[in-house]
């Protein structure tokens, strides 16, 4: 079965510091890799995505990287703020047409 | 609207109804996927429409969950004879259609919360 493992499970840091959260996948074929951020009672909000031949992507402060040998990737949040507080999925997709098979993500909570 | 919106938010019904959740997915997106979220996991794949074309159905976890998208814009998620297991957040989501901007996001209504008693 495919799978996404995420790890921490969950996070708590204070405000200002940096974090980095870390997904592991099997998902195969591989057409890309997304980090999402979902608050509390909404949707998913797409972070980044990355292809096979991508090892980083930024998008503000929120930088991530992609390992296609070993199948990981990791998002570094750098400065975080209060409205960092979120879940954040680590998401592959295997088929051009976009199905989606996320992670269980990580509960990151900033305090001030 | 400029989003995907799905209604209702929130849908409490009893074990053995029927449930139908709606979709209106952002203008012009064609592809259009069903998601369901049991609490503290990520989403699970239910569904992908392509147009009105139902293109891929592997993720319904039963006979008793039926989608359709009649005229390719909106969608209805239908439930029958709910059970308790079905409790979740369903979530829809729409994309542009990869062959015009492959590896592109998918855009996330914000859900409806599906309680069965």
């Known amino acids: 079965k495919n799978q996404v493992e995420q790890s921490p499970q969950s996070l708590i840091i204070l405000e200002g510091k940096n974090c980095t959260l870390q997904?592991?996948?099997?998902?195969?074929?591989?057409?890309?890799l997304r980090w999402y951020k979902q608050d509390t009672g909404r949707g998913p909000v797409s972070l980044t995505i990355?292809?096979?031949?991508?090892n980083t992507k930024s998008n503000g402060r929120y930088t991530a990287t992609l390992d296609a040998d070993t199948k990981q990737s990791s998002l570094h949040i750098t400065a975080s703020q209060l409205s960092d507080s979120a879940s954040y999925i680590c998401?592959?997709?295997?088929?051009?047409?976009?199905?989606?098979?996320f992670g269980q993500g990580t509960i990151l909570t900033v305090h001030p | 609207g400029a989003g995907v919106s799905q209604s209702p938010r929130y849908k409490v019904a009893k074990r053995g109804q029927d449930v139908a959740l709606r979709c209106d997915p952002i203008?012009?997106?064609?592809?259009l996927f069903w998601y369901q979220q049991a609490l503290g996991q990520g989403p699970e794949f239910l569904t992908y429409?392509?147009?009105?074309?139902?293109?891929?159905k592997s993720g319904l976890p039963s006979d008793r969950f039926f989608a359709e998208r009649p005229e390719g814009s909106v969608s209805t998620l239908k439930i029958q004879r709910t059970q308790q297991e079905d409790s979740a957040v369903y979530l829809c989501?729409?994309?542009?259609?990869?062959?015009?901007?492959?590896?592109?996001?998918?855009?996330f209504g914000d859900g409806t919360r599906l309680s069965i008693l």
């Open positions: 998401v592959v997709s295997a088929y051009s047409y976009g199905k989606l098979t």
């Open positions: 997904c592991n996948y099997t998902v195969s074929p591989f057409s890309n």
């Open positions: 989501a729409s994309s542009l259609p990869s062959r015009i901007a492959p590896n592109q996001p998918q855009h």
């Open positions: 429409f392509q147009n009105e074309a139902q293109l891929d």
């Open positions: 990355m292809t096979f031949s991508e």
């Open positions: 203008s012009g997106h064609v592809s």
